[in-house]
């Protein structure tokens, strides 16, 4: 399995500190991407980082990946109460031929 | 339409019973994904389409749950004798390409089996 594994679970912060969220997988990827959960919502995606990209900024958003690691970040930069939400990394197989495997999740809170 | 729907949004129902749940996908998109998600828990890959063929249905969880694809949009996920395991949100997820590109997911319908 290539799933993705989140850290750390839970991330609490004030407003306007960063938050970095990690994720770990386990074989070769075509891609990773960000997805946000608010509380009882779907998901909507962040941020898509190909295998041959090592950084990609989005706004407030800035994604690392490091293939060698099978890591990527995720770092939000002067956070906000309403970035209270739960993150997720997903990995795309290298083959092209399985869906998207989700990790547990990083759920943040940020304290105003 | 603009966005993915699901319904019912919420579905309480005794267990034993079936349910049916609906997902109507972005128009054009040819993927269409499957997923469950139990509280405070990760997503939990089901199954996918692509056009109205499904490939790989071992990610349902047992012969209790089937899904179908009509006319390369709209999507029933059923779910027969309800277990009180299978108390979720099931999540549906379209996108253009296969595999690799965005997902736009809907907001999903939160079964309660009682």
């Known amino acids: 399995s290539q799933q993705g594994e989140e850290d750390p679970q839970a991330l609490s912060i004030q407003e306007g500190e960063n938050a970095t969220m990690n994720c770990s997988y386990k074989t070769s990827i075509n891609n990773l991407q960000w997805y946000r959960q608010n509380s009882g919502r779907g998901l909507v995606h962040l941020i898509l980082i190909r295998s041959n990209e090592r950084e990609k900024h989005s706004g407030r958003l800035r994604v690392t990946l490091d293939t060698s690691k099978k890591s990527s970040s995720l770092l939000i930069t002067a956070s906000r109460a309403a970035d209270t939400a739960s993150y997720f990394c997903?990995?795309?197989?290298?083959?092209?031929?399985?869906?998207?495997?989700f990790g547990k999740g990083t759920r943040l809170s940020v304290i105003a | 339409g603009a966005g993915v729907s699901q319904s019912p949004s919420n579905k309480v129902t005794e267990k034993g019973k079936d349910v049916e749940l609906r997902c109507d996908p972005i128009?054009?998109?040819?993927?269409l994904y499957w997923y469950r998600q139990r509280l405070g828990q990760g997503l939990e890959f089901l199954i996918y389409?692509?056009?109205?063929?499904?490939?790989?249905k071992s990610g349902l969880p047992s012969d209790r749950f089937s899904a179908e694809r009509t006319g390369e949009s709209v999507s029933t996920l059923t779910i027969q004798r309800t277990q009180q395991e299978d108390s979720a949100v099931y999540l549906c997820?379209?996108?253009?390409?296969?595999?690799?590109?965005?997902?736009?997911f809907g907001e999903g319908s939160r079964l309660t089996v009682l």
């Open positions: 997820a379209s996108s253009q390409g296969l595999h690799t590109g965005e997902l736009f």
């Open positions: 128009s054009g998109h040819t993927a």
């Open positions: 997903a990995t795309a197989g290298v083959s092209g031929n399985t869906p998207l495997v």
């Open positions: 389409f692509q056009g109205n063929s499904a490939p790989d």
